[in-house]
Nanobody
Framework: QVQLVESGGGLVQPGGSLRLSCAVT????????MGWYRQVPGSQRESVAI???????TYAAAVKDRFTIYRDLSKNTVYLQMNNLKPEDTAVYYC???????????WGQGTQVIVSS
């Protein structure tokens, strides 16, 4: 019963910051690649930040140098620190465990981020 629960979204002004959390139950996150994705209505879900099995991170060009993905293994949680937020960052943000238990992907329910004055 792997479950991913995102939190930390909300309404923020342009230039502000948020930290999203993805708490995982039912499995340790340590053996798996984790990622953050986002989606706006009518658009494809897009990769934002990935923590890979090689223990390096990759970022979408639009968020590079503004967002940071990191893990806290003691809390079995992956975070997305988002700084200098822009209106175009508005989306529902989803956490993903890649090829988790059983070899399948797991997704959270998503958390809404709205960047607006």
């Amino acid at each position: 019963q792997v479950q991913l629960v995102e939190s930390g979204g909300g309404l923020v002004q342009p230039g502000g910051s948020l930290r999203l959390s993805c708490a995982v139950t039912g499995s340790t996150i340590s053996p798996y690649a984790m990622g953050w994705y986002r989606q706006v209505p009518g658009s494809q879900r897009e990769s934002v930040a990935i923590w890979t099995l090689s223990q390096y991170t990759t970022y979408a060009a639009a968020v590079k140098d503004r967002f940071t993905i990191y893990r806290d293994l003691s809390k079995n949680t992956v975070y997305l620190q988002m700084n200098n937020l822009k209106p175009e960052d508005t989306a529902v943000y989803y956490c993903k465990m890649a090829r988790g238990p059983g070899g399948v992907d797991y997704w959270g329910q998503g958390t809404q981020v709205i960047v607006s004055s």
